[in-house]
């Protein structure tokens, strides 16, 4: 079934039979005018694929810190046939898709690591980084900078945290952008023998790096890690693989979508960057304002084994249900003019469904902050004359987002 928006609100509903059901096709030209389209008169739509969508910021916020809401296991890649390989693994072993004490065993390892207190040491670090690589093509005046600057930045500090060779970043990276296609709903048939063949080849690497340091331990976070796994004999080989993947592929593309979006956005209201060059206590605003008006992972999964009421609709037990961060980020129950980019808002911008909540919030988001703040405080320091050329293209509205070429140029 397929309906409009506008159709009658329902009443307190208790099958999925009776939500609105979105099509693919839906959300192919402006994915944030089909969520504002049913946002009002539904809490809660339908996708043809099979999974939910919780469009409302208050109750996005509710479940994803709900204990009756888990994650999602093998839920999704059995959704889109997928049942062996790596792509499954990677849902089977790893702790984004985990519940209960299985996820607590495979996120402890590296709470510490990532803690915010520890993430704040390295902030000179990662703005010295930012500002090498702006000056390898500073001299130039133009750069295509999704390549040059948001690939690389937050692939070479996962590299340095975790103590991965930099020379393996263009491969490991490349991997990684093949490897999300299927975070995704928008996933095509074509696209899956790409991404299991990608995630396979982060499996191969996780695993050269880690009998590496079983041969020859160093002064790194992975001869640490593994040290600590065997100590603990918490993890089984399979599940210490997937977490290295896991993190690799989180401290990677999802930051990379994130710098290029807030850079992008702030060029195409030049006033707001302007004002970002003349002020830098403006950059964590700024920051949030781009996450909340184009968030790099557009929702983030959850299900129940029961029955779910949210705002009188009721998602069957058992149902995939997406907490869409797309959707909720421009509630116009909270924010006003949600579709205005304002850098300047007065309402704190609620992060929350950005970086997930409860368990399963973000290991990475205090890194991802700072590396979002320094890039741009290092952008904006070093070339405030910089202007857009080709805007870029970000696409998807599930999972991990994707973003195409940006060009910049400015006067040397
Ligand atoms: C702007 C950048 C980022 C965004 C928007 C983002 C967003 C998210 C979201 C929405 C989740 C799922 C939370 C949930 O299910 O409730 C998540 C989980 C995760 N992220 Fe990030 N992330 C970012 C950067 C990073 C970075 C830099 C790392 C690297 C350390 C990372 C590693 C992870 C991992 C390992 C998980 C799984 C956590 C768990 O299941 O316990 N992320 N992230």
Redesign the pocket.
Known sequence: MQTRPGDAPTALISADRDLPVLTEEQFSDDPHATFRSYRADHPVVAHEAGSCFVLRLGDIERL?KDPRLGATGTAFPKMLGVVDGALFENFEYG??TANGDV?RRR?APFSRT?AARTMAELRPLIRQAAEGLIEEWHAAGRVEFVEHFASRL?ALV?SDILGLPRADIPTFTRHVYDATRFISLSVRPEDIPVAEEATRQLLEYAKTMLDDRRRQPRDDFLSRFLAAADEAGELSPLEMLYQIV??II??TD??RV?IVMQVSLLLQHQEQWDAVCRDAALIPAAVAES?RYE???AS?GRMSAEDIEVDGVVIPAGRLIALSAMSGMRDERVYADPDVFDIHRTVPTRLHP????????????A??RIE?EESLGALAAAIPQLRLEVAPTIRGYTGIRRVDHMHLSWRV
Not at 354 to 365: D, L, S, T
Request: glycine fraction near 18%; proline fraction near 6%; hydrophobic fraction near 45%.
């Open positions: 994803s702790m984004l996820h996120r990532f937050p996962i896991q993190l989180g401290g999802t930051t994130a996450l968030p790099s992972v983030t950005v970086f997930g909540g409860g368990a399963h919030r973000c290991i990475g988001e890194l991802a979002l």
